[in-house]
């Protein structure tokens, strides 16, 4: 099974400022990953998929890069509606199709 | 639009017998495999299972195999997810989600239902 470990567990920022993520597999997932968010009390929701792939109707400030273990989503300017939980997804090696544990965006 | 809604959740005593319903709408069902994703609470995302788009395939995590049982009714659109030998740590919110185009095992999950509560407890 494929480990997904994220980095920071919580980035604490303001508005306008930028948002870097990470991602590290614990094997290689060639440039299959996917990142979702997720507000509280709401359904995780498609950001980007195999890297760099923004899904539909996903504004242009977010962006993924990476290949084989590390990998990273950045938000270029936050705005108030992207503080939430991000997660990392892998769909090289399955099953199980694995998740990271999450990193928090909260306002500063 | 693309909708998903899950039903059937509930509190069920340990060792008992549950089952969750996900009716889809919006899209062409038997065009796309389906997923159950699973959220403890206060915890990340757990994959359960997926189902290709015929109903051929089943895949399982390792923790629910041998209890769990994914299935889909492609004449009424919805997907089910039969939980037997209920524990304790089955305990979260059940997500249906929209998995793999028919004939590829693309396994990107890009819509979610807002999904059901499952407490196990006595």
């Known amino acids: 099974e494929i480990v997904l470990t994220q980095s920071p567990a919580t980035l604490s920022l303001s508005p306008g400022e930028r948002a870097t993520l990470s991602c590290r597999a614990s094997q290689s997932v060639i440039s299959y990953l996917a990142w979702y968010q997720q507000k509280p009390g709401q359904a995780p929701r498609l950001l980007i998929y195999d890297t760099s792939n923004r899904a539909t109707g996903i504004p242009a400030r977010f962006s993924g890069s990476g290949s084989g273990t590390d990998f990273t989503l950045t938000i270029s300017s936050l705005e108030p509606e992207d503080f939430a939980v991000y997660y990392c997804q892998q769909r090289y090696h399955w099953p199980p199709l694995t998740f990271g544990g999450g990193t928090k965006v909260e306002i500063k | 639009q693309v909708q998903l809604v899950e039903s059937g959740g509930g509190v069920v005593q340990p060792g008992r017998s549950l089952g969750l319903s996900c009716a889809a709408s919006?899209?062409?069902?038997?065009?796309?495999?389906m997923h159950w994703v699973r959220q403890a609470p206060g915890k990340g995302l757990e994959w359960v299972a997926v189902i290709l788009s015929d109903g051929s395939n089943k895949y399982y995590a390792d923790s629910v195999k041998g209890r769990f049982t994914i299935s889909r009714d492609n004449s009424k659109n919805t997907l089910y997810l039969q939980m037997n030998s209920l524990r304790a740590e089955d305990t979260a919110m059940y997500y249906c989600?929209?998995?793999?185009?028919?004939?590829?095992?693309?396994?990107?999950?890009?819509?979610w239902g807002q999904g059901t509560l499952v407490a196990v407890s006595s």
């Open positions: 919006g899209f062409t069902f038997t065009d796309f495999g």
């Open positions: 989600a929209r998995g793999p185009k028919a004939g590829t095992t693309t396994m990107i999950i890009d819509y």
